[in-house]
């Protein structure tokens, strides 16, 4: 059985940043010792990136918060992500179909999904990679994830339910 774990968006901006949360602050410890107990290449990342349009794209427009722009500290992945990983996927939407490719193309038999924010781009992810490959297991530790506020979290792991994504540590 070959298992992957994705980190979706543990990036600064989204912890401490312009779009953090006490929520995402609490989940660090519990994220740094997961992404740890995996080895380098069983570890995969999403990384949200924006340029200096930001505000001019949809996602601008509905959020209007410039954040994750490519090449600032906001943008960088967490400190205590230091060790390396397989891949790292840049992304500039909520889901990553590079990532959900390499899991179909790799025959990967289960992933494991871990991040920020739970109700926008972890169940992106989530929902992305059920539908690109419907048969590999799915879990989300929802002890290591965070969302925009406590009820959209458990919003997005009701969601995720009930598409067949399991989900563990609620």
């Avoid at 996602?59 to 722009?69: A, D, F, I, S, W």
Wanted: charged letters at 25%.
């Amino acid at each position: 059985m070959r298992k992957l774990l994705a980190l979706i968006d543990f990036q600064n901006d989204f912890i401490t940043g312009s779009l953090g949360t006490k929520e995402a602050e609490a989940i660090v410890p519990k994220v740094i010792e997961k992404w740890q107990s995996y080895p380098e290449n069983a570890r995969v990342a999403t990384q949200d990136t924006h340029y200096a349009d930001y505000l001019e794209s949809q996602e601008g427009q509905n959020l209007p918060v410039v954040h994750c722009r490519r090449g600032t500290e906001g943008w960088e992945l967490h400190p205590g992500i230091d060790e390396g990983c397989r891949d790292l996927y840049e992304k500039s939407s909520f889901g990553s179909v590079e990532l959900a490719q390499f899991i179909q193309d790799q025959d990967i038999d289960e992933v494991e999904l871990i991040g920020i924010c739970t109700d926008i781009c972890v169940v992106s992810n989530a929902l992305l990679i059920k539908a690109y490959d419907p048969e590999v297991k799915i879990t989300v530790d929802a002890s290591c994830c965070a969302g925009t506020t406590p009820e959209a979290h458990l919003s997005a792991l009701e969601t995720m339910k009930s598409c067949q994504i399991n989900i563990i540590n609620e």
